[in-house]
Each structure stands twice: as C-alpha cells, then as structure tokens.
C-alpha cells in the first residue's frame, strides 16, 4: 500500500499496485467501487495519490531551500494560465504513462479523468502562459524560483459562440474543490490603502513615517507545488487571496443590524480584490479595482519575501541582492520597487540612497509589448488617493531621476517630458520600472532591438547595460510530451530519450528527414492527432472535416494586430473562386480558428462575428464544402490548445511586422511539426534563422518597412481596394450584406480599412499572403518534402524549449545556481 510509505516511490509503482491503490481510495474516500464511481471520484483519487508524492518532495525542497546559501528568484506576475494539472503532475512525477495504463485496465478512458479538472485560466494569453512556462522549467532545472500571483475567484470568462456571436460566462473555478493548492493562514499579511501619511523628524533629523485611518485588507496566501521533470524537485506557486481581517470581540455578536450590513458591504469590497482577472491583454483601462490589485500582489509578496530573507538567511537586509532577484512580468507589478523603498525605509530605518541601492540591485523588469495602447499609466490622483506613501515615494523617485537628466545629461534635457516618470499627471509605469531595475528584457530578439532603437531609445542611451533580450520558450513537457504523446514516443524510438532532459537534441531528427520510411511514421502520427480533433470537432460542432484536408490553423486572442482578419478574407477570397470555377482541383483546406476577444473590444468581437459568419456559409454551401471547411472552436483555452496543436498541419503567425513582442504559438505548433505561415516577426524571426526560407513560409512587409509607412506615409487602402478587384468583391461582399442578415453587420470592419486607412495593413499584405497559400498547397501535393520540412522544423524546436530560456535568465539575469 502507498501509504506504508518506507522507501517507496510513485515513480517506480507498477501498473498493477497503482490499480490496487485506485480502488483502495475509492472505497475509502469515496465509499464506492470503480463499477459506480464517476470520473470526477477518480480523478480526485488519482490526484490524492500525486499529492502524497508531492508533498512529500515539497517539504523536502523547502527544507534545502532553507539552508540559507542559495540565490531564490521570485517571478511576480499578475496572472498565470497554468491549465489543468493532473497529467502533467503525473507526467513530472514520472507515472504518467502507468497512470493512463491502470485507468484503461479499470475500464476507464484516461482523457475523460483528466477532463473532470477544471482548466485553470488565471491568466489572458502569451504573458500569463509563459510565466506558467517558466515556473515548470525553474522546477526541472532545480531552480529555487517561485511564482507570486493572485487567486483570482474568477478566471478568464468562458466564450460561448452564440448567433455567431461571442457571449462571455462568469469562469468560476473552484465550484469544485481545487486538490492542487493549500491554504496558509499562517503566512497571512495585512495590505493597507487609503489614509494619511504623517511625519515627524527624529532625534538625528530623519523622517519617520506613519500611516493613520489606512483601510485594512488581509492577504492569505494558496500555495500549489509546481513539480521538477522526475528531479524530486517541488517549487511553490503562491496565490494571494483578499479577505476581511477579522476582530474577535469576544461574544462575537454584533449591536446592530445596521452594522451587520455594513459589514457585509465591507467584505464584499474586499473580496473583490480577489475577485476576477480582468480580461483585457492589449488596451488598457485606468480602473481602481485594477490597480489595488497590482499593489495587493506587490505588497504581500515584499512583505513575504523579506520575511523569508530574514528566517533563512542571518544577512542585514542591504545585502538582500545577493540572495533574492525579483522579476517583474511586464508592468503590473512595477509597484514592487516603490514598496520595496517604503518597507526599507519607513520600517527597516534605512536612508534614501541606501534603499535605492538595493531595490535597484532586487528587481528585473521584462517588457511584453510596444503597442503604445497598451502601456500602463495611472493618474496621479489615483495613486494619490489610493497609496499616498506610495504616490510620495514616486514622486521623490522622478524628482532625483529628473534632475539627474538635467545636470548629467544635457542632451536629454528637451527629451525630459518624455522620460519622466510623471508627467502631464500621469504616472508611467514602464518608465518607473526601467529607472527603477538593473535589467530590462524584450521577449524575442526583433523586441528588443525595437525596443533599443526605437521606442525606449532615450532609456538606452541612459542605461545601456541594463538592456537585454531573453527570447521566449515554452515548456516542451507539457507541449510535446504530454500533449502529443504519439510523436513525442516516436521521436524516442528514433533518437533515444535523452531530448526529453536536453532538448536541443531533437536536432538528432535531421539525420532522419530523408529517410522515407520514417517520415511515414511521421505521417501517421500528425494523421491520428487530426483523427482525433476531428472527433472533438464533430462531436462539438456536428461538422464532418476532410482528415486528409490542410489543417490550417489560427490560434490566439482576438486582435487587430494580430490578422485574423487577413486569414478570413483569404478564406472567402477561396469562397469566390470556387464558386467561379467549381470544377477548380484544390487541395482540400480546413481552417481552424481559436480566439476569445476582450469584452469591451468591438472590432475583434466584429472579426469572430464574420468568421462564424463565413463559416456558416462554406461549411453548407454543396459547391465548396468538400475542400473547404471552416471551424471556430469556442472558448479557446490551454487545455483546447494541447488538442489542436498536435494536429496542426499550418501554423499562422501573421501579425503587423513590429506588432507581435514574441508570439509563443508560434513555438508550440512547430515544435509538433506545423510548418509556420508568418510575417518576419517576433520570434517568427528567428524560427526563420533555424529552418530558413525552405523549411517555412514567410510573407508581407517587413518591420522596418511597416514603421517607414506609419512614420512618412505612402501607404493608400483605398488604392488596394480601386485596383485589384479580388479585394474590391471581399470588401463590397461585407458592406453590402452578403455575408450578413440586415446589410449592417461587418460596415465597421469596411469603415475601418477603407476610412481609417487600414492600419494594420491587412489589404497591402494580401497579396503576398495569397501567393504564401499557393506555395503551402503545391507544397503539400509533395508528402516526402512537406513531411521532410516537418520533421526539420521538429528538429530545431528544442531551441525554443523553456529550459533554454529559463537557463539564460538564470546564468544572465538572476545569477542564481541549481540547487
Ligand atoms: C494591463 C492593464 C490593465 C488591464 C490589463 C492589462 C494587460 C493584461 C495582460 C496588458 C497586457 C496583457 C498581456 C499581454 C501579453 O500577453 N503579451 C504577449 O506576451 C507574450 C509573452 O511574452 C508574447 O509572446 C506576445 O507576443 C505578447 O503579445
């Protein structure tokens, strides 16, 4: 038995014991036996007996990192998309595949036990699934780094697609109970907002600051193991809930009925700090709520971290860099470097200068964006309002880094409205958190230099050496191991496993890309993935796809930048000629979108409209609808994601040329032998260093091209639209009602091409985009090289393993060792 621990370990159970535990918990925790238990009494059993092992190695992790002489990284991020987590729990503690055995010998599909977890969507897209990257990463390299985040009541909304339309439902995630996290009263912390800051001068002439009439939230910390790749290693996710802090007065009964409301009205606002992620990942709206949740976040997670310093470590805190490194995940949590200056200050006793030295040594920031829409600024009132020792602290912050551009650098001085960190009553987070950290990242090489030579050129030229690119990765367990299991137990057969540990030795696959014998394994493997998405399609859709069809795919948020507009219009583009020339021989294509769109986002929420639009006319239409099928799957999600991605055929990665940071998409599908469709962007760039124009297709302006127009001009839609009649009927097609009910439906898609000069450039890369297509569909008529170039695209992915990533922030940034 499991629980007679002695020197058993889950990694080696057998198929057989594990069965035997199975059912032992069943009868014991649930009173049932497995002919009347439900997949939901199985996956909590299963996941108890992962817990077991967890804990197990968690304690032990935490008790090393206790010794007091490693560097700990902390990675404070406002949201963290880790998805489900049984599999890749089991798949980590190496019992995985026994696992799935002993479900199928209990008569039970081992896909349905897993699906009974709620997806944890704590988090928008790219930014929020990349730091749940880098935790599995900083666990299977025994890293000690741990995430900070927030346990939001409510995730990411759930998208129904009704009437063609996105319809967004409240996620509420733990109506179950989460068997993952655990609570710790204990560590609980107390977050002050509001009130007034008073001052007295201390005997040697210091400042001493108090806060009086603060409003008091209480911050109690779930923490979730995050489990190292079959290393025994157990790192900690802690998410911070907002709850009212109790006083108890003794008889615990209150005089008036009119306070007891009050303090339920009380309660309720503070739990709503809590209380959900915000939905938006690319325009960005001033909202309190939003920003006492950064602080929320910012304030507990300090407080924590010193705290542990202290037990661990028997350093005085102006040593504190060298055993703790901050990374802040874009802005949201850059008021970490004021906080830090207040707690050192106003309760460690520590003088201006000698604070600033250490924050400036603790915190890292990484940039996720150049669209300026989305760039982080608060009023000042509000912060004001809100955090007023915080407000004083930035304010003395952009004070000294002012007058220090203006006696240091007099070249700077016309450039100093543009530099400020406050400026025309707004404060700049990105500009606070770059005077205020020794390293700022971009997230894929082009980023970067953009970032360089263009939009924080000023910064540059100030602050040279604390510019860094770290290209961004995925964890390849989660994405070829657990998701695409078929291939990824090919690739062993071939090359033998020591990928799995180091990546980089996919590279080994190349030997194999001739050999024909072995890209039909290859085929076979893609076809089965698409068999099975194909299913989850039917089944969710009532819609038969082509298995033998181009599985095309697009999947990522909804935005402008991001062209799902541009894949649609070469839809219907095909749509037409097909209806011209029924008789025309082409490839069959099946298109298939993924996309949630920020409530609030109009024109996006109008793009998921006109897709399902499209949809339901291709897909019914006799003339076309056995090559051509289009397919919007709803409420996109990670665990959505691991079905698609191992069937992709086509990766589309046609965003704006500057437009996408990095793009992580792009690295999943490739790295399970899609072959990727994209603009010479983001990292899109350097998949084309690897795989090189053959092995890819690249299309469109480039960055330097896009940013050329947007600055002299030049570029004329409406020109497009006169002159090549394929654009002309697209565009007339959506104003004039033929893909629409009452004639109104797509006008704002019309209006914003033709009359706000299509700024995305959706119409100037047409054409090329077109010609793209064409090259994929000859290319895909020739099997031994379509799979040769999947195979070597395959083989240069380990690059964009997490680990690679994880490993140079480390050696780089945190300089911090394995433990
Ligand atoms: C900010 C303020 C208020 C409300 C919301 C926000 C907010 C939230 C999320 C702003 C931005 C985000 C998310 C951004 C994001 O996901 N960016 C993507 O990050 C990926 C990881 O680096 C890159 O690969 C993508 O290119 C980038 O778009």
Request: overall charge negative.
């Amino acid at each position: 038995q499991l629980s007679d621990r002695g020197n058993f370990s889950l990694a080696h159970v057998t198929v057989d014991t594990l069965k035997q535990e199975i059912l032992r918990r069943l009868i014991s925790d649930k009173g049932r036996e497995v002919k009347e238990a439900t997949s939901k009494d199985i996956y909590y059993v299963l996941a108890s007996i992962a817990n077991e092992e967890i804990k197990q190695q968690w304690f032990q992790t935490r008790k090393s990192y206790r010794d007091g002489k490693h560097k700990e990284v902390y990675y404070l991020s406002m949201e963290f998309l880790i998805g489900r987590m049984l599999a890749s729990n089991l798949l980590n503690c190496g019992m995985l595949d026994t696992a799935k055995e002993a479900l199928q010998e209990l008569g039970l599909d081992p896909e349905d036990v897993f699906a009974e977890e709620h997806d944890a969507a704590l988090g928008n897209g790219g930014l929020g699934r990349l730091a749940a990257c880098f935790l599995d990463s900083l666990a299977s390299l025994k890293f000690p780094g741990h995430g900070y985040g927030i346990r939001y009541r409510y995730g990411l909304f759930e998208q129904r697609i009704i009437h063609g339309n996105q319809v967004e439902l409240p996620d509420y995630w733990l109506k179950n109970p989460y068997p993952w996290e655990t609570r710790n009263e204990e560590e609980a912390v107390v977050i002050q907002f509001h009130g007034d800051v008073h001052m007295f001068k201390k005997n040697d002439g210091s400042l001493e600051f108090e806060y009086r009439n603060t409003d008091k939230v209480m911050a109690v910390p779930y923490d979730i193991p995050i489990v190292g790749y079959k290393n025994d290693t157990v790192n900690t996710l802690r998410l911070w809930s907002a709850e009212v802090i109790h006083q108890n007065n003794g008889d615990g009964l209150l005089e008036e009925n009119k306070e007891y409301y009050h303090d339920l009205d009380h309660q309720h606002s503070i739990e709503q700090i809590s209380g959900f992620l915000y939905p938006d990942d690319s325009s960005y709206e001033g909202k309190e709520l939003r920003l006492k949740q950064q602080y929320f976040l910012v304030s507990s997670s300090i407080q924590n971290i010193l705290k542990h310093f202290k037990r661990n470590h028997h350093l005085p805190l102006s040593r504190l860099a060298e055993k703790v490194v901050i990374q802040i995940n874009d802005t949201h949590p850059s008021l970490a470097i004021p906080e830090l200056m207040r707690i050192l200050m106003d309760d460690e006793g520590f003088s201006w200068d000698n604070a600033w030295a250490v924050t400036t040594k603790v915190i890292a920031y990484t940039n996720h964006t150049t669209l300026s829409e989305a760039l982080e600024t608060w009023t000042e009132e509000m912060i004001q309002n809100l955090l007023p020792r915080i407000y004083m602290i930035i304010d003395e912050i952009n004070e000294r880094f002012c007058k220090g551009i203006w006696f240091d650098h007099e070249e700077l001085r016309d450039s100093i409205p543009d530099l400020a960190i406050i400026a025309h009553g707004r404060v700049h987070m990105a500009r606070l958190a770059i005077v205020g950290s020794f390293s700022v990242n971009g997230v894929a090489r082009i980023h970067t230099e953009i970032l360089k030579k263009k939009e924080m050129k000023n910064f540059y030229t100030l602050y040279p050496e604390k510019f860094n690119n770290k290209t961004n990765g995925i964890t390849h367990r989660r994405w070829l191991l657990q998701a695409n299991p078929k291939l990824a137990s090919l690739i062993t057969d071939i090359i033998g496993p020591q990928w799995v540990k180091r990546p980089k030795q996919l590279i080994s696959l190349l030997k194999y890309s001739n050999d024909n014998a072995l890209l039909e394994k290859f085929d076979h493997v893609k076809h089965e993935n698409k068999k099975v998405l194909a299913n989850y399609i039917h089944q969710h859709l009532g819609i038969t796809v082509d298995e033998r069809s181009i599985f095309d795919v697009q999947i990522k948020r909804l935005h402008e930048y991001k062209r799902q507009l541009l894949n649609i219009f070469h839809v219907i583009y095909l749509y037409n000629e097909l209806k011209d020339n029924p008789n025309q021989n082409i490839t069959p294509r099946t298109f298939i979108f993924g996309a949630k769109a920020a409530p609030s986002y109009h024109l996006a929420k109008e793009v998921i409209k006109l897709i399902n639009t499209v949809a339901s006319i291709v897909n019914y239409d006799p003339d076309v609808r056995d090559r051509l099928k289009v397919i919007f799957l709803e409420n996109y999600n990670v665990s959505l994601a691991e079905k698609i991605i191992p069937a992709a055929d086509i990766s589309e990665q046609i965003s704006t040329a500057s437009k996408e940071a990095s793009g992580t998409g792009n690295m999943k599908m490739m790295m399970n032998g899609a072959l990727t469709l994209g603009t010479m962007d983001g990292a899109n760039i350097e998949i084309h260093d690897l795989v090189g124009d053959q092995n890819m297709f690249i299309f469109g302006l480039t960055a330097d091209e896009v940013l050329d127009y947007y600055q002299h001009g030049g570029y004329h839609a409406r020109d497009l639209y006169n002159t090549d009649d394929r654009i002309k009927r697209i565009l007339d097609q959506l104003n004039q009602g033929e893909f629409g009910v009452h004639n109104i439906e797509f006008k704002d898609i019309y209006y914003n091409i033709l009359y706000h000069n299509d700024p995305y450039f959706v119409l100037k890369d047409f054409e090329p985009y077109l010609e793209a297509h064409e090259l994929i569909e000859r290319a895909y008529r020739n099997r031994n090289t379509w799979l040769n170039m999947s195979v070597t695209n395959i083989a240069y992915s380990g690059k964009f393993s997490s680990d690679q990533t994880i490993q140079e922030y480390a050696t780089e940034i945190w300089k911090i060792k394995k433990v």
